[in-house]
């Protein structure tokens, strides 16, 4: 079993920042992609933002240039810093991770997959 765990939602003013955490722990032998998605009401799930292989990272135009993603690889944690909000990123944020839990899966087979719980962005006008 893999779990995730967020933090660092909330409410912020427009032009405000917060940093979003995922921690992942449990059963991985190695990490393929951490990224960020979010869901606002009445909208599909987008991608936010995600890093794979340990240097590429891809990010939705419309946070390009404010948003930025790291990673702690030893820790298993992933962050999303989120700089010059809008009240259009208000979202439900959801952090995925796509893992191998031994070695013979990582030759053999794609890396499982698991979300958090999501973390709650509200950016006020």
């Known amino acids: 079993q893999v779990q995730l765990v967020e933090s660092g939602g909330g409410l912020v003013q427009a032009g405000g920042s917060l940093r979003l955490s995922c921690a992942a722990s449990g059963n991985i032998f190695g990490i393929n992609a951490m990224g960020w998605y979010r869901q606002a009401p009445g909208n599909q799930r987008e991608l936010v933002a995600v890093?794979?292989?340990?240097?590429?990272?891809n990010y939705a135009d419309s946070v390009t240039g404010r948003f930025t993603i790291s990673g702690d690889h030893a820790r298993n944690t992933a962050y999303l810093l989120m700089n010059n909000l809008k009240p259009e990123d208000s979202a439900v944020y959801y952090c995925?991770?796509?893992?191998?839990?031994?070695?013979?899966?990582?030759?053999?087979?794609?890396?499982?997959?698991?979300w958090g719980q999501g973390t709650l962005v509200t950016v006020a006008s």
């Open positions: 995925n991770v796509k893992y191998w839990r031994n070695s013979i899966d990582r030759h053999l087979f794609s890396p499982l997959e698991v």
């Open positions: 890093m794979a292989g340990g240097d590429i990272v």
